[in-house]
């Protein structure tokens, strides 16, 4: 059995969409930039530790192990999860007005070993205001969201701009995901 190591539903709803079937295992692991990271390597990492940690724990009879991390960059700044309202505005301000990427990788570990891939999709944001950035973080929903946006939900309608994968930025690519899965002999 297919495993998906994730607390996040959306990557639970994106990965039922490419009908493997699959269990999900919580896994918590500390995500920390070491000193001289590139964005690009540090989501690697964290992608791979994911899936490492889920591989750790996983019962017998697990074929492999998926995970994913996602985080938002611009000028070399990594955005995660905003700790709290303050900081989800402060997101939001930089963000507005400008073109970020949003790195997401994706890890599988099976016995063959961890084999990633990286995704990268880069966004525009319309200008927001500070009543349009205050009504947004009011809905909560940037908490728990890398760069304290869903582009699924109410962040949509400020996106002028979008080049990549769109499931990217929700957490799973899937075109990629599924080259992986085919690779290792997972998925048809
Ligand atoms: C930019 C963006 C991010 N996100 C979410 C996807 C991820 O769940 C989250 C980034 O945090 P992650 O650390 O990648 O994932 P997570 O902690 O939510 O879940 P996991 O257990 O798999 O580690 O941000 C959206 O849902 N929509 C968006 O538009």
Avoid: C, N
Wanted: charged content about 25%; aromatic content about 4%.
């Amino acid at each position: 059995m297919l495993l998906l190591a994730s607390k996040s539903p959306r990557r639970r709803e994106l990965l039922g969409r490419l009908g493997v079937p699959f269990a999900v295992l919580d896994i918590d692991i500390p995500e920390v930039r070491t000193p001289g990271e590139t964005p690009e390597a540090y989501v690697r990492r964290v992608a791979r530790d994911k899936a490492d940690a889920g591989w750790a724990v996983a019962p017998d009879g697990t074929s492999a192990v998926l995970a994913s991390d996602t985080e938002v960059v611009l000028d070399d700044r990594v955005y995660g999860k905003p700790v709290d309202a303050d900081d989800a505005a402060a997101m939001l301000r930089s963000l507005a007005g400008q073109t970020h990427e949003v790195l997401t990788a994706v890890a599988l570990r099976s016995a063959a070993g961890t084999r990633e891939v990286l995704v990268a999709t880069t966004v525009t944001f319309d200008d927001l205001d500070d009543p349009a950035i205050a009504a947004y973080v009011a809905t909560g929903e940037p908490m728990g969201k890398a760069g304290a946006y869903a582009i699924q939900g109410g962040a949509e309608r400020f996106v002028t701009h979008l080049a990549g994968s769109y499931s990217g930025v929700m957490g799973l690519p899937l075109h990629a995901t599924a080259q992986l899965l085919r690779a290792a002999g997972l998925m048809r």
